[in-house]
């Protein structure tokens, strides 16, 4: 793969339509859809009647799940259709900032090609849960394994939408659930047409012979066998070379829309209160696992999908393993709970972490510890878009420098450091991870857009600080040693630029925590 002209961020994200999610967005050109008023009807009166089943649901099947608006929990169809126009703009845009030739090509028509998830197997015939593709997912809606989009745009701005999809088949669908079938494709998802997965390759090669495009493909995150062959295979023919195209989705995904934020906060607000429930009932002698199942049990029964993540549950020194994830030990009396959860809702995630006394009250060192924690992460939320706040590697260089002077302050820290550079190791030896991370579709979302990005309305990311003090350091008082404490909580920055804590429902204040078990 070429490495692509590196732009300024603000230009990316100018080429990209990222920006208009919050002003008058002018539709692009596009080829005349092919679905009705009546084709529409239709198919909502098949669902009702039970004269057909689509691959996921919708709002005539799951009432209690999709609005009539919606294509998911949340989004409607126009939505997506928005999505990938702006992104195809955006790379006919980006390749304009080259001048007359691009990839070798004076050709203005591009091309994208993205595949969705593979089922995965635990075993034998053993399917592990299914989850989209989440660039997929956010460019089509479409629930399905083993589809395609393909999209392009040609020289003067039209943009067309193809969608992939497995036909009908009544004995796999007998095993496996109803199939949308590229019958119903093109009413349910607001594409331009729709076609077998069988016939993607030839499609392909008539589009470009058509086009003479730029392919624009993701190689190394294709699940798709034949899709990857396929491309490779059109490579080698038109002499040119994939485009990698994960960084432009990222940088969309990265500025959430208004439909998005709601999304977000109802994630955060599930999760916020499973984690006051199972807070509250802790007590010693319960094991990790069963806090694990009450937190997942909690967040289905409002709704969420499953968890975001294999969840921390650690108590005591296993607090100290930052990614302790066996969840099988006892719970101790005098011992903190550190629990770090999220769950998925609509598609999006959320991520909290809070740390707790086993048996209700903190002990004088855990106290001494977590509220020392509970003020960092107060004023690290502060200091969001203010000096020494204006990306996610400045917060969590703040954080190191001023962690390092509250050591100091409680004596875990010499008190002969006055560097400022000095303090902030002091800091980041105590706290060995970053202290935020974009969040959306994924936990670690957008994980290719850098954390020195400026912070803009629009963003989510989690604020997480923490402690982690191994049971063998000789070098702090013995009374803090096996102790671990982190506070995270997730933050959106609305379209109005005003901070909020999407997590602020799930307690952290140390003697409202106490309260919880009285």
Same mark, same amino acid.
């Given at each position: 793969?070429?490495?692509?002209?590196?732009?300024?961020?603000?230009?990316?994200?100018?080429?990209?339509?990222?920006?208009?999610?919050?002003?008058?967005?002018?539709?692009?050109?596009?080829?005349?859809?092919?679905?009705?008023?009546?084709?529409?009807?239709?198919?909502?009166?098949?669902?009702?009647?039970?004269?057909?089943?689509?691959?996921?649901?919708?709002?005539?099947?799951?009432?209690?799940?999709?609005?009539?608006?919606?294509?998911?929990?949340?989004?409607?169809?126009?939505?997506?259709?928005?999505?990938?126009?702006?992104?195809?703009?955006?790379?006919?845009?980006?390749?304009?900032?080259?001048?007359?030739?691009?990839?070798?090509?004076?050709?203005?028509?591009?091309?994208?090609?993205?595949?969705?998830?593979?089922?995965?197997?635990?075993?034998?015939?053993?399917?592990?849960?299914?989850?989209?593709?989440?660039?997929?997912?956010?460019?089509?809606?479409?629930?399905?394994?083993?589809?395609?989009?393909?999209?392009?745009?040609?020289?003067?701005?039209?943009?067309?939408?193809?969608?992939?999809?497995?036909?009908?088949?009544?004995?796999?669908?007998?095993?496996?659930?109803?199939?949308?079938?590229?019958?119903?494709?093109?009413?349910?998802?607001?594409?331009?047409?729709?076609?077998?997965?069988?016939?993607?390759?030839?499609?392909?090669?008539?589009?470009?012979?058509?086009?003479?495009?730029?392919?624009?493909?993701?190689?190394?995150?294709?699940?798709?066998?034949?899709?990857?062959?396929?491309?490779?295979?059109?490579?080698?023919?038109?002499?040119?070379?994939?485009?990698?195209?994960?960084?432009?989705?990222?940088?969309?995904?990265?500025?959430?829309?208004?439909?998005?934020?709601?999304?977000?906060?109802?994630?955060?607000?599930?999760?916020?209160?499973?984690?006051?429930?199972?807070?509250?009932?802790?007590?010693?002698?319960?094991?990790?696992?069963?806090?694990?199942?009450?937190?997942?049990?909690?967040?289905?029964?409002?709704?969420?999908?499953?968890?975001?993540?294999?969840?921390?549950?650690?108590?005591?020194?296993?607090?100290?393993?930052?990614? *302790?994830?066996?969840?099988? !030990? #006892?719970?101790?009396?005098?011992?903190? =709970?550190? $629990?770090?959860? /999220?769950? %998925?809702?609509?598609?999006?995630?959320?991520?909290?972490?809070?740390?707790?006394?086993?048996?209700?009250?903190?002990?004088?060192?855990?106290?001494?510890? *977590?509220?020392?924690?509970? !003020? #960092?992460?107060?004023?690290?939320?502060? =200091?969001? $878009?203010?000096? /020494?706040? %204006?990306?996610?590697?400045?917060?969590?260089?703040?954080?190191?420098?001023?962690?390092?002077?509250?050591?100091?302050?409680?004596?875990?820290?010499?008190?002969?450091?006055?560097?400022?550079?000095?303090?902030?190791?002091?800091?980041?030896?105590?706290?060995?991870?970053?202290?935020?991370?974009?969040?959306?579709?994924?936990?670690?979302?957008?994980?290719?857009?850098?954390?020195?990005?400026?912070?803009?309305?629009?963003?989510?990311?989690?604020?997480?600080?923490?402690?982690?003090?191994?049971?063998?350091?000789?070098?702090?008082?013995?009374?803090?040693?096996?102790?671990?404490?982190?506070?995270?909580?997730?933050?959106?920055?609305?379209?109005?630029?005003?901070?909020?804590?999407?997590?602020?429902?799930?307690?952290?204040?140390?003697?409202?925590?106490?309260?919880?078990?009285?």
């Amino acid at each position: 793969m070429i490495a692509l002209k590196r732009l300024p961020r603000f230009c990316l994200l100018r080429a990209l339509g990222t920006k208009p999610k919050f002003s008058t967005y002018t539709a692009p050109r596009m080829c005349k859809s092919q679905i009705t008023a009546e084709e529409v009807r239709g198919v909502a009166d098949a669902l009702k009647n039970g004269l057909r089943a689509l691959g996921q649901p919708t709002s005539a099947t799951h009432p209690h799940l999709i609005r009539p608006n919606e294509l998911v929990p949340g989004v409607g169809q126009a939505e997506f259709q928005t999505r990938r126009s702006q992104l195809m703009q955006g790379l006919q845009a980006y390749a304009g900032s080259f001048g007359d030739e691009f990839n070798g090509r004076t050709s203005k028509s591009h091309m994208l090609v993205i595949g969705a998830a593979s089922k995965k197997y635990m075993s034998g015939k053993i399917p592990y849960v299914f989850r989209q593709s989440s660039d997929f997912y956010y460019l089509t809606g479409c629930l399905e394994p083993d589809s395609v989009l393909l999209l392009t745009i040609d020289d003067v701005g039209t943009v067309q939408s193809t969608l992939f999809m497995r036909p009908k088949d009544p004995h796999a669908e007998l095993w496996d659930g109803p199939r949308t079938g590229p019958d119903y494709a093109v009413q349910l998802f607001g594409v331009h047409e729709a076609h077998p997965i069988d016939n993607f390759q030839q499609t392909l090669a008539a589009r470009i012979a058509q086009l003479k495009p730029h392919l624009w493909f993701d190689l190394k995150q294709s699940e798709l066998p034949t899709v990857t062959d396929a491309m490779l295979q059109v490579c080698n023919n038109e002499r040119t070379q994939l485009l990698p195209v994960y960084t432009f989705v990222e940088n969309m995904r990265l500025i959430k829309s208004p439909a998005e934020m709601q999304l977000m906060r109802r994630t955060c607000s599930i999760a916020s209160h499973a984690f006051n429930e199972v807070m509250a009932e802790t007590r010693p002698g319960q094991s990790e696992h069963q806090l694990y199942a009450s937190i997942d049990f909690k967040c289905r029964m409002r709704s969420a999908s499953y968890l975001a993540y294999p969840p921390v549950v650690a108590a005591g020194k296993n607090a100290t393993v930052i990614h *302790y994830v066996n969840n099988t !030990q #006892l719970l101790q009396p005098q011992e903190l =709970l550190l $629990m770090d959860a /999220g769950c %998925e809702y609509g598609g999006y995630t959320s991520d909290i972490t809070r740390t707790w006394p086993v048996s209700g009250q903190f002990t004088d060192p855990q106290r001494t510890l *977590y509220d020392m924690m509970e !003020q #960092l992460q107060k004023e690290t939320i502060e =200091l969001i $878009m203010q000096p /020494g706040g %204006e990306t996610l590697d400045q917060m969590f260089e703040t954080t190191c420098y001023r962690l390092g002077k509250y050591l100091q302050e409680i004596g875990l820290v010499g008190k002969d450091l006055t560097d400022h550079k000095e303090l902030a190791t002091q800091g980041y030896k105590f706290c060995p991870h970053h202290v935020s991370h974009y969040l959306g579709m994924d936990v670690h979302d957008t994980p290719h857009v850098p954390r020195n990005t400026r912070l803009q309305p629009g963003m989510v990311f989690t604020v997480e600080p923490g402690i982690y003090i191994d049971e063998k350091r000789t070098d702090v008082p013995d009374e803090f040693r096996g102790i671990g404490i982190r506070i995270e909580d997730d933050i959106l920055i609305n379209e109005q630029g005003q901070i909020e804590v999407l997590t602020a429902g799930c307690v952290k204040e140390r003697r409202a925590l106490e309260d919880l078990f009285k």
